[in-house]
């Protein structure tokens, strides 16, 4: 089993940057792929972006392209997602999670087999 908690959302200015983290925990993740993911109310869940196990792919999606980075330690067993140039439409709950089934990483959530409980963003304009 896998336990991931995220940390390092809050409330900030449109303009702005976060940097969000993922600790794993009961297993190392340096085999899996790990996503971010968000949800905005009334909304549903989102692939942000994904890492490959050993950083070597990222993928992205279109509207957080150039804005968003991820990266990983493996050595720390934790994954990042820098946030830049945050937007009133990035407000969500943002969820990290880790995929064995699919190593080089992947938009598609249900290739993911565990998933941390969120944290809030939240972009004032």
């Known amino acids: 089993q896998v336990q991931l908690v995220e940390s390092g959302g809050g409330l900030v200015q449109a303009g702005g940057s976060l940097r969000l983290s993922c600790a794993a925990s009961?297993?190392?993740?340096?085999?899996?792929?790990m996503g971010w993911f968000r949800q905005a109310p009334g909304k549903e869940r989102e692939f942000v972006g994904s890492?490959?196990?050993?950083?070597?792919?990222?993928y992205y999606a279109d509207s957080v392209k150039g804005r968003f980075t991820i990266s990983r330690d493996n050595a720390r067993n934790t994954v990042y997602l820098q946030m830049n140039s945050l937007k009133p439409e990035d407000t969500a709950v943002y969820y990290c999670?880790?995929?064995?089934?699919?190593?080089?990483?992947?938009?598609?959530?249900?290739?993911?087999?565990?998933w941390g409980q969120g944290t809030q963003v939240t972009v004032s304009s």
């Open positions: 890492i490959s196990w050993n950083s070597g792919r990222t």
């Open positions: 999670a880790a995929s064995s089934s699919n190593p080089s990483g992947t938009s598609y959530s249900r290739s993911y087999n565990y």
């Open positions: 009961g297993r190392a993740i340096s085999s899996y792929a």
